[in-house]
Nanobody, 120 residues
Framework: QVQLVESGGGLVQPGGSLRLSCAVS????????MAWYRQAPGKERELVAT???????NYSDSVKGRFTISRDNAKNTVYLQMNSLKPEDTAVYFC??????????????WGQGTQVTVSS
């Protein structure tokens, strides 16, 4: 059974930084392109960053230049470094396979996510 466990969220002031981690167990993690998503209250889940198995990264316009996605295949972990955080970044953040590349049945079961709140 594949399990995703996100961590690293918290309360941070505008302009601050956080580093999120996502540990993947029960699967050969290195075989899939991975992504970070976020869901704000009352909004749909949004794809914010992707990374291929070879390390090619892409970002949504809303986070480009501020967020960096990375992966450590040896540790089965994907990271999201978030800098210059804004109140509009407040959301629950999730990781999973890159939904733009895989069918629904190829996605991992969603984890609980980690809450990021940006507020003064």
């Amino acid at each position: 059974q594949v399990q995703l466990v996100e961590s690293g969220g918290g309360l941070v002031q505008p302009g601050g930084s956080l580093r999120l981690s996502c540990a993947v167990s029960g699967s050969i993690f290195s075989f899939k392109a991975m992504a970070w998503y976020r869901q704000a209250p009352g909004k749909e889940r949004e794809l914010v960053a992707t990374i291929t198995t070879g390390g090619i990264r892409n970002y949504s316009d809303s986070v480009k230049g501020r967020f960096t996605i990375s992966r450590d295949n040896a540790k089965n972990t994907v990271y999201l470094q978030m800098n210059s955080l804004k109140p509009e970044d407040t959301a629950v953040y999730f990781c999973n396979a890159d939904i733009s590349r895989y069918s629904d049945k190829e996605m991992y079961p969603w984890g609980q996510g980690t809450q990021v709140t940006v507020s003064s």
